[in-house]
């Protein structure tokens, strides 16, 4: 193993690798900040609809499920979703606070990139993250959510016979919230996902609660929302 | 005026440090265009950063940053890479020639490594880190950086060992 080793480490200190640099750097990576600074004014925007979308939609599923009328309309394209039915007891109602602070965060993640945090503390500075949240930005009384949207995977791959389907490794339910919990840095960490279909492809919206050790009433907030995540043959898994 | 000066700092700091993480942008993607695309998303990045003051140490940072975003950027292109020849540009000796086509074997058993495991590699054998910190700059465990380490270089004692198809150098192959 010691000459692949060395064979290895020849390789990647090969001087022919070297790359030639760049005579305009500065310029350049400003260039690349207000493109990545424009990006992330879009991204605001969609994770704005993203939050909307997210309320809107358990209320447009469960006024179809009990026949209360014929449904908001949404624009002239109906979202993906519409012409899906869950399986599964509707979920309570989610209301998210006013008040609440709204990131956004662009996390190459480990897992996957988050596309908004919302906080019911104000955090300074953002939550820097790479990969997993920086929690140390977070007060240990604050109640965090993060969403995001997972890049949509062929249809194929996936059951959506209304059994817990397993995704990117996670176990998650059509249309449905589902998923686990986990500690993180001191925060308990709630994970689920919404899941649709549009054409062949499937999409999933992503639901991530932080909750401080400290965290007090706010945390009755999202205490909905925690409940309604429960793990496949579990009632809840909410502490 | 603080938020100049502070620009001025990260200039000096980016052009110290830009043939490193050129190189090591090259040797982490194999691809000298990636590598740029990389280099430049994370200083750009770490330059909005360091104005809000949030960087202690913008060279780990800038790594991080880079090999996390490559990780990413595979996951979500749901990219596979092709395995080419990539011959370095410079030319060689006849008497380096077998050395050199030696190297050029790692290079390409190591483009066919999964992102997160030439990462692991590339941390390891380039930047000479420990489990630990290799862990740290992924964001995850000692334990996991071990596993993939391992199945790194299994998988490439593989490779170099039994020359398949796409490990034989081709005449006439496209180079970049």
Redesign the interface.
């Known amino acids: ?1 010691t000459d ?2 060395d ?8 001087p ?7 005579p305009d ?2 310029p ?3 260039r ?2 207000r ?3 424009a990006r992330l004014a879009v991204a605001i925007g969609m994770a704005a609809a993203v939050i909307g979308l997210a309320i809107v939609a358990p209320l447009l599923a469960s006024r179809s499920s009990t026949g209360g009328g014929p449904g908001l309309s949404i624009g002239t394209t109906p979202p993906p979703w519409r012409s899906f039915t869950t399986p599964y007891a509707p979920h309570p109602v989610i209301s998210y606070p006013r008040s609440w602070h709204v990131y956004t965060a ?1 996390i ?3 897992v ?2 988050y596309d908004v945090v919302v906080c019911n503390r104000k955090l300074d ?1 953002l939550p ?1 993250i ?3 949240p920086d929690l140390r930005a977070v007060p240990r009384d604050a109640t965090m959510l993060l969403l995001y949207i997972r ?1 949509p995977v062929p249809i194929a791959s996936a059951n959506l016979s209304g059994r817990p389907i397993r995704l990117n490794g996670k176990t998650m339910r059509f249309s449905d919230l589902g998923g686990g919990q986990r500690n993180w840095q001191g925060f308990r960490n709630f994970i689920g996902s919404y899941i649709a279909t549009s054409g062949p492809m499937l999409y999933s919206i992503g639901v991530n609660v932080y909750v401080g050790p400290d965290a007090g009433s706010e945390w009755k907030q999202v205490q909905p929302i925690v409940d309604s995540i429960h793990l496949p043959g579990r009632s809840s898994t909410a502490g | 005026v603080p938020a100049l000066a502070s ?1 001025e700092e990260f ?1 000096e700091f ?2 110290g440090a ?2 490193r993480l ?2 090591f ?3 982490l993607t194999g691809n ?1 265009a990636a ?2 695309d990389l280099v ?2 994370a ?3 770490a ?3 360091w104005r ?1 003051r ?1 960087i202690d140490d913008p060279q780990a940072f800038v790594r ?2 880079m090999v ?2 490559f ?3 595979y ?2 292109r ?1 990219t596979r890479e092709i395995v080419t020849a990539n011959p ?3 030319a ?1 000796t006849e008497d380096g020639t077998r050395r ?1 086509d ?3 074997a ?2 390409r058993a ?1 483009r066919m490594l999964p992102p997160r495991q030439r990462a692991v ?2 941390l390891r ?2 930047e000479e880190l420990s489990e630990l910190e290799i862990a740290a700059v ?3 465990s000692a334990g996991t950086v071990k596993s993939q380490s391992a199945r790194a ?1 299994r998988r ?2 593989q490779l ?1 060992a039994v020359p398949g198809p796409a490990m034989q150098p081709t005449n006439g192959a496209k180079h970049d």
Request: charged letters at 30%; aromatic letters at 6%; zero cysteines.
């Open positions: 193993m692949l080793e064979r290895i480490r020849e390789s990647l200190h090969d022919r690798r070297q790359l030639p640099v760049w750097l500065m350049r990576i400003r690349a900040a493109r990545q600074r662009l190459p993640g480990v996957m990139p500075p820097d790479e990969g997993y890049d | 620009d200039a980016a052009a830009l043939p050129l190189r942008g090259h040797v000298p590598a740029e430049q998303s200083l750009a990045r330059l909005r950063s809000l949030r991080k940053v996390n975003s990780a990413s950027w996951r979500r749901g370095a540009a410079r060689v050199v030696e190297r050029d790692v290079w190591l590699i590339v054998y380039y992924m964001g995850t270089l490439l004692a170099l």
